[in-house]
């Protein structure tokens, strides 16, 4: 989990979390108005109008806060909040002699809270920021728990009422650690989701060629050597059949470069959804396509001829012209004469080159 955290930490990019933290921070402030509001409502119940100032104030102070999100300002709102959260701590200490366990509340709100506003900023920024919360923390928990702790209040107040902002105030805290660590854990699991699939567009380019969406060449001699593996040590068959487009270049200098990509798209279309589930396709370079099949060679010739003749029947028309294809192909199987994929290869690209020296728009079985 943690080595998944960093990688999104060296990833990170601030157009992509301006929406997010957005509606994050407006929904927190419209969360901390909620919870002033009803603050100030305790105030006047309980007769402390000091107090109830301060909360009015800062229920102004958040709606306020509020128009400043379109500008940007997060991590200057988020500053102005955390002093904010300070005061109300210290407050509720020196009025009401009110602990609300400073200790959580800010251990859970720096790294939840503060973690999506800071990505966007330097690496310095980021350590500065977070030493001094913990810098101010460490001596507001000090301050309370140590120096002045228990019930030390300016004011003297009912016990029902040190019961009541104590309940409403941890409650508070609870709900508001809670809404932060779902941002923090949503924008995450958002994260990793973009991080998949920006592997998952990586890796079609790295694996498929571009033009005709096939496997290239580097990708299926990683699938022929893993196969031809599986027939040296468990003896399934291995076949390939290499195609080769009949005068290819005769349609490229006849009817131009885009009518010949045309051929190859429209080509590979049609042999794609003609192939097997588990045999693999692959554009090996030029007009050229390999098969490779874990099926005997016999099988892998009628595959072969199968193919030949969709492509010979198939109208290829391109800006209303009709271009005449036909493609020839070589089938080879492995065999015990045959060392490695190479030699596999070069017995299929033979006959190949025997099958289009005696006409063409053929198939020829090694």
Same mark, same amino acid.
């Given at each position: 989990m943690l080595k998944k955290i960093q990688e999104i930490y060296f990833k990170r990019s601030p157009s992509m979390l301006l929406s997010a933290v957005d509606f994050q921070m407006k929904f927190l402030l419209g969360y901390a108005a909620v919870v002033h509001l009803g603050l100030s409502v305790l105030s006047v119940i309980f007769s402390l109008p000091v107090m109830f100032v301060y909360y009015l104030a800062t229920l102004i102070l958040f709606i306020v806060f509020a128009s400043f999100i379109d500008s940007r *300002? !997060?991590?200057? $709102?988020?500053?102005l909040t955390y002093v904010e959260i300070l005061l109300h701590i210290h407050l509720c200490h020196l009025i009401i002699g009110l602990p609300i366990g400073i200790e959580l509340y800010y251990i859970m709100l720096i790294p939840t809270g503060s973690y999506i506003?800071?990505?966007?900023?330097?690496?310095?920024?980021?350590r500065i920021f977070v030493f001094l919360s913990?810098?101010?923390?460490?001596?507001?928990?000090?301050?309370?728990?140590?120096?002045?702790p228990g019930n030390s209040c300016v004011m003297?107040?009912?016990?029902?009422?040190?019961?009541?902002?104590?309940?409403?105030?941890?409650s508070m805290v609870f709900c508001m650690a809670a809404l932060q660590s779902y941002f923090f854990v949503r924008s995450?699991?958002? *994260? !990793?989701?973009? $991080?998949?699939?920006?592997?998952?567009?990586?890796?079609?380019?790295?694996?498929?060629?571009?033009?005709?969406?096939?496997?290239?060449?580097?990708?299926?001699?990683?699938?022929?050597?893993?196969t031809f593996l599986l027939y040296q040590?468990?003896?399934?068959?291995?076949?390939?059949?290499?195609?080769?487009?009949?005068?290819?270049k005769s349609i490229n200098d006849t009817y131009g470069h885009n009518a010949g990509d045309y051929v190859l798209k429209t080509l590979a279309q049609l042999m794609q959804q003609n192939t097997r589930k588990g045999d693999f396709l692959g554009r090996w370079g030029g007009e050229e396509f390999v098969l490779l099949m874990q099926a005997d060679k016999t099988v892998c010739y009628t595959r072969a001829e199968h193919l030949r003749s969709l492509v010979e029947n198939h109208i290829f028309e391109y800006n209303g012209i009709i271009i005449p294809v036909t493609i020839t192909f070589g089938v080879a199987g492995a065999d015990i004469t045959m060392p490695d994929t190479s030699a596999l290869i070069d017995a299929a690209d033979k006959v190949l080159y025997e099958a289009k020296k005696n006409g063409r728009n053929r198939t020829i079985l090694k």
């Open positions: *300002r !997060f991590i200057v $709102i988020y500053c506003l800071l990505m966007p900023y330097s690496r310095l920024f980021q913990l810098i101010i923390n460490a001596a507001s928990y000090i301050r309370i728990q140590v120096i002045h003297k107040v009912p016990d029902f009422t040190h019961t009541v902002f104590s309940i409403y105030s941890i995450i699991v958002a *994260r !990793f989701t973009d $991080i998949r699939e920006e592997n998952a567009v990586l890796n079609l380019k790295a694996n498929h060629d571009a033009l005709t969406g096939l496997l290239n060449r580097h990708e299926m001699n990683i699938r022929l050597e893993q040590r468990q003896n399934i068959p291995c076949s390939v059949c290499i195609g080769d487009i009949d005068k290819f």
